[in-house]
């Protein structure tokens, strides 16, 4: 045992006695038989504090006995990965756009100025009614469900990703995605 251990125990232990002692002995301009002197704040304090975690100790030891003869299983529950769908920013969605018309070119270089000035054949707001439309009757779409083909070309694919930025913008809609470069899922708010 330390000595400044033993030293405190036997300063707490004098100061109870002390305190003791002065609630047994009468006070000698008193005469009442029924009185009882009040004890001092703090040693109320630090018995009510000492109840509190004797009162937990035996909750404790209460759940011990309880739970003594359980055993429990372990969950060999496997989270499908592709059901996780993270928040898309635009930085994502900008790059899956990029991996969409790299998918879509040929391996010579093509002028871009075409494919803007196309986006009048595949309109914006005609893409936001379409995707509005879409999210309504279902809930939640994949980004290949905006285009009426399976090879769109470059034009519908610029048209249809403004019309899910638009659309994202005034909040009708968010975009997740469970992976980087995964496919991008839109789902009504």
């Not at 404790?60 to 592709?82: H, P």
């Not at 920013?89 to 969409?100: C, E, G, R, T």
């Not at 610029?158 to 659309?167: K, R, S, Y």
Request: charge should be negative.
């Amino acid at each position: 045992m330390s000595i400044e251990l033993t030293s405190e125990f036997a300063v707490m232990a004098a100061h109870l006695v002390y305190l003791k002692s002065k609630a047994l002995l009468p006070d000698p301009g008193f005469e009442e038989e029924d009185y009882n002197p009040p004890l001092p704040k703090e040693l109320v304090d630090k018995l009510l504090e000492h109840k509190k975690f004797q009162m937990a100790g035996q909750r404790l030891a209460e759940l011990d006995r309880l739970t003594a003869g359980m055993f429990t299983r372990e969950t060999n529950q496997v989270l499908d990965e592709t059901e996780v769908w993270l928040d898309v920013s635009l930085v994502d969605l900008i790059s899956a756009f990029n991996s969409i018309l790299e998918q879509e070119s040929s391996n010579e270089v093509e002028d871009l100025l075409p494919i803007y000035e196309g986006v009048a054949q595949y309109s914006v707001e005609d893409k936001m009614e379409y995707l509005r439309n879409l999210l309504d009757k279902n809930g939640e779409i994949h980004f290949m469900d905006l285009f009426e083909t399976e090879k769109p070309e470059k034009k519908e694919i610029v048209a249809a990703f403004l019309a899910v930025l638009e659309v994202v913008k005034i909040r009708v809609c968010k975009v997740l995605q469970h992976a980087v470069f995964g496919e991008i899922k839109i789902v009504k708010v």
